[in-house]
T-cell receptor, first 109, second 114 residues
Framework: QKEVEQNSGPLSVPEGAIASLNCTYSDRGSQSFFWYRQYSGKSPELIMFIYSNGDKEDGRFTAQLNKASQYVSLLIRDSQPSDSATYLCAADSNYQLIWGAGTKLIIKP | ETGVTQSPTHLIKTRGQQVTLRCSSQSGHNTVSWYQQALGQGPQFIFQYYREEENGRGNFPPRFSGLQFPNYSSELNVNALELDDSALYLC?????????????FGPGTRLLVL
């Protein structure tokens, strides 16, 4: 059973600090990795995707991938209250996405 | 707004009934994927339709079936509803098969089975 694991949280971070979200995956064949943000009662919204080992930056967001350790992370710099949401990690496996259960992030003003 | 619409927004059914959920894809997108998201869980892939053909299926029983129309809108049908089918059903459209990086989700249909 191919899996993506995330800490369910909640992860509480002060406003302005860096939020660090982590994810591990079991399928060594996965090539593409995705971070989605989901507000309560809403559908997921793609934040970033990453294919290559290393870091990928987009504004306040940085995705990090380590294929040897089967580990993906998302850093959110200068966290804002509007970043409070559930963050879902997903990995492609046999042309479908395998999703983690999400980490609930709370940004405290 | 992503341009992907779903109907209805909410639905209540009883065990054993059948349900049809609908999705209109974003203009220019020929691929629709359906997901089931139970409370507190991540989405689970049900199946994908590409140019009116099923293009991949997750670990769901045959009572979950689908259809894609020539205008690329799609339906998800669930027969013999079970209590565990209560979930948020999401559809996502993309401009071509397997392009998850350009996949846009609709607002979802929340199904409650009593």
């Amino acid at each position: 059973q191919k899996e993506v694991e995330q800490n369910s949280g909640p992860l509480s971070v002060p406003e302005g600090a860096i939020a660090s979200l982590n994810c591990t995956y079991s399928d060594r064949g996965s090539q593409s990795f995705f971070w989605y943000r989901q507000y309560s009662g809403k559908s997921p919204e793609l934040i970033m995707f990453i294919y290559s080992n290393g870091d990928k930056e987009d504004g306040r967001f940085t995705a990090q991938l380590n294929k040897a350790s089967q580990y993906v992370s998302l850093l959110i710099r200068d966290s804002q209250p509007s970043d409070s949401a559930t963050y879902l990690c997903a990995a492609d496996s046999n042309y479908q996405l395998i999703w983690g259960a999400g980490t609930k992030l709370i940004i405290k003003p | 707004e992503t341009g992907v619409t779903q109907s209805p927004t909410h639905l209540i059914k009883t065990r054993g009934q059948q349900v049809t959920l609908r999705c209109s894809s974003q203009s220019g997108h020929n691929t629709v994927s359906w997901y089931q998201q139970a409370l507190g869980q991540g989405p689970q892939f049900i199946f994908q339709y590409y140019r009116e053909e099923e293009n991949g299926r997750g670990n769901f029983p045959p009572r979950f079936s689908g259809l894609q129309f020539p205008n690329y809108s799609s339906e998800l049908n669930v027969n013999a509803l079970e209590l565990d089918d209560s979930a948020l059903y999401l559809c996502a459209s993309s401009p071509r098969g397997y392009s998850q990086e350009t996949q846009y989700f609709g607002p979802g249909t929340r199904l409650l089975v009593l």
